[in-house]
């Protein structure tokens, strides 16, 4: 299974970006992708993420101003940042996970940079 992650880059405080990934491979039907963030020397953390039947959890940092959505068909999951703020600059990595025949599988994309300017 691969992740390929598009859509980072330069934002100034207040505006947006969308975020895409798209998975490729041997993929369960029923999962859950998301996207995480990375700052240097923090713990990777969750922001957002939804399950192949639609049901979304966000960090509460992000709610209300970032947007999870996927579409199966495609194997691609999206996500709509608005609002944002310099604690948003991170490295931004999407993520894969399913359990097929008792086994977990947990894929990650290559992580696309965010930099949110002041």
């Known amino acids: 299974v691969q992740l390929q992650a598009s859509g980072g880059g330069l934002v100034q405080a207040g505006g947006s970006l969308r975020l895409s990934c798209a998975a490729s491979?041997?993929?369960?039907?029923?999962?859950?992708m998301g996207w995480y963030r990375q700052d240097p020397g923090k713990q990777r953390e969750l922001v957002a993420d939804i399950t192949s039947s639609g049901s979304t959890n966000y960090a509460d940092s992000v709610k209300g101003r970032f947007t999870i959505s996927r579409d199966n068909a495609k194997n691609t999951v999206y996500l709509q940042m608005n609002s944002l703020k310099p604690t948003d600059t991170a490295v931004y990595y999407c993520n894969l996970n399913f359990i097929a025949t008792l086994t977990v599988y947990d894929y990650w994309g290559q992580g696309t940079p965010v930099t949110v300017s002041s």
């Open positions: 491979g041997s993929i369960f039907s029923i999962n859950t």
